[in-house]
Structure formats: structure tokens, C-alpha cells
């Protein structure tokens, strides 16, 4: 399709609306402003708002924040409570036993429980009065490059307006092609645009594989009446039952301004089990007696799904290129021990900001001058605390109970542990053919949703606030349909059915016919496992049209 496409320039551009991105935009026009340095300064978001694609536990650190805003209560930033109390609890199928120790990287006591989505609108509303020029509802499906081939330029946005076999139709609008000096790409785990870069220049090259866990999260209204009220503890934080000792993964409940309360659970990618279902496993969480009772006569009123980065230090890739940079969540920034990565991609965005006014004063935007971020950040707190977590994730994928002595050697060694730069798998390597799985199958959760406070994985799209154009052409993309069919049903059991939390995928078996894949994109909640766990790589997760996707406004 030969399509003629505006093209506007600026100085720098932030690709992702995330904290990463934000920060890194307003601690640029900050600098700007200090030394009198006229900016054009653009950021691009795949959502229709910013926020509504931001989804998070959500503990803030306050550290990044405060050196980017130090007022920033006086200006009413969206903390929904301050945490008063740890807990950490460990299950069993009908019971819980306190955990009297909190590991230190897990104390949050001070720290804030906020919205992910509030956080970032409120941020995106401080960066509009500087002068940042944002733009929602523009969902980069293309990085442009130099005619050196490996230059980054800018991004080329999606088309809007496409049938489903990919030619215009009557309200059909070209992409455009946003030019800069330097792009800055905070797309948040396992951006598109990252796998493009990655695969053309190379940046994880002698770096682990980054590895994922899928969390799937709810907003619950409480009743006046709640275990909050009485609670020394508003963070609670959950691990063994449903999953045991082997899988990664846990929950956590946190308190939320007017009755209601944050809740959700992680599950590690590097699991085995091809029958484990994901959303399965989150109703199990729900329905334990001890989160039971917390949550009791409460209503489901938002739920979301999300992938996290959680490899750590040593799969951080390359940080800086000629004309790119990458910051936030795409980059590996996360503190995975503590489960906590907004403060980490904020400041990772932050060091950003201060190599590109650099690189602005030198009019030099080659790697050699860029590599100023890679610098700062190694010299930064960020890179310290990174660093006490580098073989946690390596730790955590190893089988119950040699975990236990990784981990607690890596607790009394600052995280060198009993073997330093551990390896590890990518997480669609580490699925089990179904045939030679001796664990037996995981059981379903044995009480049916009740479409309130326990509901199924429609009624979570539903209110996820979900929204796909259905015309369109498929944004996921199976590469060999026949394969899933011949291939993955047979040795696998068709996984995408179980780990996807969206129902996107489903398998029909029509009496008398041969079963076949049915895909539902427009049931899909952006979160990516389907591009990280398939283990024959058959699936690729695409930007869908600019302003699709879910519609967060509280998680």
C-alpha cells in the first residue's frame, strides 16, 4: 500500500505513557528550563488516555518522585493510603500462618498504595503545563532508522481505518512518521518496537534472557464495615497455596481509599505445568479463607492483566544506541525482590532525560554521547538496588527446596548468592510436554463465579473496559495456524487457552470434526503472555489500532 504520510520533527520523543516515559519528560523540560534550552518535546500512547493502559500492584516508593517533585502532595498526587503495616503470610489450601519475618526489601512501611492509572494522568497533566506535546491514542507499530541502518530517527504510528484483509476503508487515516533527534522508548514489558531494536541492532546481545510474570489484578468496593478497619497492616503480601513452593508467584491485598482495596497475584512464566491456568489460579487466591474474608461482601468494580519484566540486573539490555535510548519496564527495570518497579522506571527515565539534555547542549546524538545514561545510571541508587536483586529471579525459577537456599544465601550476601550470575531460561522454554508430565492436572477452582466479587474471565474483559474495533485486522498474529492444531494440541494441550487471562484463544471440537483454533482479539487485555509463553514462538502480539485496548481508570 503506497500511502503518502505527514511527518513532523522534534527534539526528543517518549514512546510509552508510562511513569517511566512521564518522568523522563518532565525531568527533561526541567533541565531545559534551567539552562534556557528551547525543546519541542513529544510523547506518543498507545491507549486512548493516558492511563488507561496502566496497570500496577501498585507500591510507590517515593524516593524517584521526590527528587522529580518534591512537593509533590501540595500537589495533590493520587496517594490512595500511606502504608502503616506489613504482612506476609504463607498458605496453605485451607490456612495461613504469619510469616514474623518481612525480608527488609519487602518493607514498605511509609511507601503509598496508588492507582497506576491515576498516577500517570496526574503526571501527564504536569508534563501538558510545561509544554510536552501528548499525544494518546498513537500506538508506535514502527521504529525508522537512518539510511546508515542503524540510527534510529523516530517511529512511524499505525493506521487507522483498515478492513480486516488490510486494505483502507472510507474513514482510513495514515500513520505518520514522528522524527527526533533522540527516541526515548519506555513501551513497558515487552514493547513491539523493543523486539524490532532488538532484533536489528542487537541490544541483548551477552545479556540473560529477560524473563515475565502475568499478573492479573481487581479493584474490590468493600463494605464500610472491612478488615481494614481494625488492621495494624495494609499491605499484605501472599505466597505458597494455590501455586506451592515451585512455582513463582503469590498475591497481594492492598488497602485503597474509600472501602476498597487493591488485590491481585503474580504467577512466574517459567512454570511447567502446560494445564495451568492462569485465571484459574487467581480465582483459587481469591476464594482462600484468609483473602475470603477480607474481600467478604465485597464487588469486583475493575480488573486488568499485565506482564512484568522481573529478569533483573543482568538482563538489562544495551541502554543506549545512536539516536535511542530505553528506559522503564522494556528495559528490565524492576526491583523484583521487592516487587516494586515504579520508582526504578521513573529515575531510569530521570538519567534519560539528563544524557539527552547533554547530548542537546553538544548537538551530538551518537551512541558515544548518549552512553551518559548507561553511566549515570551505573554511578545511581537505582543500579545499587538493582543489583542486590540480580540472581533473584534466577533463584526464584529453581525447584522447592534449593530455592530456599539460593534465595537466603542471596539475603545474607547482598545477592551474590551461592553462584553469581546465575543463568536462566526464557520462559517458553520451560513448558513441560504434556506426555511427560507426571505432575498430575491442576485441579479448577471449585466454586463457580457469582458475577459480583468471583467472576470469569468475560466478565473481567468486560470490566477491564476492553474495546476493539472488530473490523480490523488481527493485531495477534499465528504464524502457522496448522501447528497449533497438529502440533502444540496434541503435545501440550493448546497452553494459550489456559494462560491467557483474556480469552482470546479457544479451542473448538464440534462433534465429528477435527478441532481448530478461534481467536478473539478483541477480548485481548494487552498484557503479552501469549508473545512470551508459547513455546513453538508460533504467536506475536501487535500494537492494535492507536486508542484500543483496555480502559483502566483505577488499578
Request: overall charge negative; hydrophobic content about 35%; proline content about 6%.
Amino acid at each position: 500500500m503506497n500511502t503518502e504520510r505527514e511527518s513532523i520533527d522534534f527534539d526528543i520523543l517518549f514512546v510509552g505513557g508510562g511513569p517511566a516515559s512521564l518522568a523522563g519528560a518532565i525531568r527533561l523540560m526541567q533541565l531545559a528550563n534551567e539552562k534556557n534550552i528551547e525543546l519541542e518535546v513529544a510523547l506518543i500512547e498507545k491507549g486512548a488516555d493516558i492511563g488507561s493502559h496502566a496497570l500496577s500492584g501498585a507500591i510507590l516508593n517515593p524516593v524517584a518522585l521526590k527528587e522529580l517533585i518534591p512537593d509533590f502532595m501540595e500537589k495533590a498526587c493520587p496517594v490512595e493510603t500511606t502504608v502503616r503495616g506489613d504482612e506476609f503470610c504463607f498458605l496453605t489450601r485451607n490456612r495461613q500462618y504469619r510469616i514474623p519475618f518481612v525480608p527488609e526489601y519487602m518493607h514498605n512501611k511509609g511507601f503509598h498504595v496508588i492507582s497506576l492509572s491515576k498516577f500517570t494522568k496526574w503526571l501527564s497533566e504536569i508534563a501538558e503545563e510545561m509544554g510536552i506535546n501528548i499525544f494518546p491514542g498513537f500506538a508506535g507499530k514502527e521504529v525508522l532508522y537512518a539510511p546508515d541502518g542503524k540510527t534510529i530517527i523516530g517511529v512511524r504510528t499505525g493506521d487507522k481505518g483498515l478492513g480486516k484483509d488490510g486494505s483502507p476503508k472510507g474513514n482510513f487515516e495514515p500513520g505518520m512518521d514522528l522524527l527526533a533527534k533522540v527516541t526515548v522508548f519506555g513501551e513497558g514489558a515487552r514493547g513491539n518496537l523493543m523486539q524490532d531494536i532488538a532484533k536489528k541492532l542487537g541490544i541483548f546481545s551477552g545479556k540473560m534472557p529477560q524473563v515475565f510474570e502475568t499478573g492479573i489484578k481487581e479493584v474490590i468496593q468493600l463494605p464500610e464495615d472491612n478488615y481494614f478497619k481494625t488492621s495494624t497492616a495494609n499491605d499484605i503480601h501472599t505466597l505458597g497455596y494455590p501455586l506451592g513452593l515451585d512455582i513463582p508467584g503469590g498475591g497481594f491485598i492492598y488497602e485503597m481509599k474509600d472501602d476498597k482495596v487493591s488485590l491481585g497475584f503474580l504467577i512466574g512464566l517459567s512454570y511447567h505445568d502446560p494445564m495451568l491456568d492462569l485465571y484459574d489460579e487467581f480465582m483459587k487466591f481469591k476464594h482462600h479463607p484468609f483473602v475470603a474474608d477480607i474481600i467478604r461482601g465485597g464487588k469486583v468494580i475493575e480488573q486488568g492483566a499485565r506482564t512484568v519484566c522481573t529478569g533483573g540486573y543482568f538482563t538489562i539490555p544495551r541502554l543506549a544506541v545512536d539516536g535511542g535510548m530505553f528506559i522503564g519496564g522494556s528495559a528490565s527495570m524492576q526491583n523484583t525482590p521487592g516487587l516494586k518497579g515504579i520508582h526504578v522506571s521513573m529515575k531510569s527515565g530521570m538519567l534519560a532525560a539528563e544524557a539527552c539534555i547533554r547530548a542537546i547542549e553538544k548537538e551530538n546524538f551518537t551512541q558515544e554521547i548518549l552512553e551518559d545514561y548507561p553511566r549515570l545510571f551505573e554511578e545511581s541508587w537505582i543500579k545499587q538496588e538493582m543489583y542486590e536483586g540480580r540472581n533473584f529471579s534466577q533463584a526464584l525459577s529453581k525447584r522447592f527446596p534449593i530455592k530456599f537456599i539460593y534465595l537466603g544465601a542471596q539475603y545474607l550476601t547482598k545477592g551474590e548468592g551461592v553462584r553469581d550470575r546465575m543463568p536462566i531460561e526464557e520462559d517458553y522454554r520451560t513448558l513441560g510436554r504434556l506426555k511427560a508430565n507426571k505432575e498430575p492436572s491442576r485441579e479448577e477452582s471449585e466454586t463457580p463465579p457469582d458475577g459480583e466479587l468471583y467472576v470469569d474471565k468475560l466478565t473481567g474483559v468486560y470490566l477491564s473496559k476492553t474495546m476493539h474495533r472488530e473490523d480490523q485486522p488481527s493485531h495477534i498474529i499465528i504464524h502457522d495456524p496448522d501447528l497449533c492444531i497438529n502440533e502444540c494440541y496434541p503435545v501440550y494441550q493448546s497452553p494459550c487457552t489456559k494462560f491467557c487471562p483474556g480469552s482470546v484463544y479457544e479451542i473448538e471440537t464440534d462433534e465429528g470434526a477435527s478441532p481448530r483454533l478461534r481467536l478473539n482479539p478483541s477480548n485481548c487485555l494487552h498484557c503479552k503472555t501469549c508473545d512470551i509463553k508459547d513455546p513453538y514462538r508460533n504467536i506475536t502480539w501487535t500494537c492494535p489500532e492507536g486508542g484500543e485496548g483496555p480502559g483502566y481508570s483505577m488499578v
